[in-house]
C-alpha cells in the first residue's frame, strides 16, 4: 500500500503546489511510483504537466462529488496526476450535504493504493472540507512554511485541525515535518522568522532543510519546472538531509527530497 502524504497550508503563497511537484518528481526520479493529487480549485499542479484547468472535462470533482472511478481522470506524464479543474470550487458545497463527505477522498483512492509507492496530495490554501479530505485520507502531513512572521502563525490552526481529526476521522495522521520555503539569507526578517520556526516547533521540525530563494530559482518556478530538472550548483540547492529524532530518513538538495526509501510494508 502506497504512503499518503498531504501538503498543507491555510495560508497561501507559501510553495504548496512548488514543493508538491518537486517532491513528486524526485520520488519518481528515484524510481517509485508516485501519484499527486491536485486538490486545489485554482489547479496550479495540474497546468505544470500542460493541462489546462479550464477545459477538463473530468476531474477531482467528479471522483469527490459523483463516485467516478479515479483512474478513469488519471493524466499519465512526468508523474500521474489526479487533475483538477474549476468544478472543485463548488465541490465543498456540494459534499456538504452528504453522509460521510469528510472520507470522500479517502475512499476514492483505495482502488490506487496498491499501485503506488507514495501519494502526494496538494491542497488548497484553507482548512476547508477539501483539505479536511486530504487529511482524513493521509499518513502524514508536510506543512510548507514562508520565512515570514504571518505564515508562523498559522500553524496553530492547523495543528488544533488536525487533532480534531485525529481524535474523530484518522487516530493516524499527524505532522511529519515543516518546510521553511521562500527563505532569503539576506533579509533580517526571513533569518529570524526560521529562527523561530526552530525554536516553537523544534519537535515538529523533521525536515531540517530550507529552500533558499533566488531570482533564476524563481524565474523557473514561474515556469513551473521541477526543481529537480533546474541547475543544482546554486545556493538555492545545498545539500541538506532530514533528521527526524537525530537520525536522517532522507536526503534533501534544497526543498526536494533526493535519496528516498520505500517505506516498511
Given amino acids: 500500500m502506497g504512503r499518503v502524504i498531504a501538503l498543507a497550508n491555510q495560508k497561501g503563497g507559501v510553495a504548496k503546489t512548488t514543493s508538491t511537484l518537486n517532491l513528486a ?14 486538490l486545489d480549485p485554482q489547479g496550479n499542479l495540474t497546468m505544470s504537466q500542460g493541462l489546462n484547468p479550464d477545459t477538463i472535462e473530468r476531474s477531482m470533482y467528479d471522483v469527490l462529488v459523483h463516485k467516478l472511478p479515479i483512474e ?22 456540494a459534499l456538504s450535504s452528504m453522509i460521510g463527505r469528510e472520507r470522500a477522498l479517502e475512499k476514492a483512492l483505495q482502488p490506487v493504493l496498491a499501485e503506488y509507492d ?9 482548512l476547508g472540507l477539501l483539505t479536511i479530505n486530504a487529511l482524513v485520507a493521509s499518513n502524514g502531513v508536510i506543512v510548507p512554511v514562508q520565512c515570514e512572521y504571518l505564515s508562523l502563525r498559522g500553524l496553530v490552526q492547523l495543528e488544533n485541525t488536525l ?76 545539500q541538506s538531509r532530514v533528521v527526524r529524532d537525530g537520525q536522517p530518513i532522507i536526503r534533501l538538495q534544497g526543498a526536494v527530497l533526493e535519496n528516498c526509501h520505500r517505506p516498511s510494508p
Fill in 118 to 126: 507514495f501519494v502526494i496530495i496538494d491542497t488548497p490554501p484553507s
Fill in 25 to 38: 518528481v524526485a520520488f519518481a526520479e528515484e524510481g517509485h511510483k508516485v501519484f499527486a493529487v491536485d
Fill in 163 to 238: 487533532s480534531m481529526i485525529r481524535e474523530n476521522l484518522n487516530p493516524d495522521v499527524g505532522i511529519e515535518g515543516i518546510l521553511a520555503t521562500m527563505y532569503d539569507s539576506r533579509t533580517l526578517h526571513s533569518r529570524e522568522a526560521l529562527e523561530i520556526l526552530g525554536d516553537r516547533h523544534r519537535r515538529l521540525v523533521a525536515l531540517q532543510t530550507h529552500a533558499e530563494r533566488r531570482v533564476a530559482a524563481d524565474q523557473r518556478i514561474t515556469l513551473l519546472q521541477p526543481a529537480v530538472e533546474r541547475d543544482h550548483r546554486g545556493p538555492a540547492f545545498r
Fill in 72 to 93: 478513469q481522470i488519471i493524466h499519465r506524464g512526468e508523474i500521474d496526476l489526479g487533475v483538477a479543474s474549476i468544478d472543485l470550487a463548488g465541490a465543498e458545497l
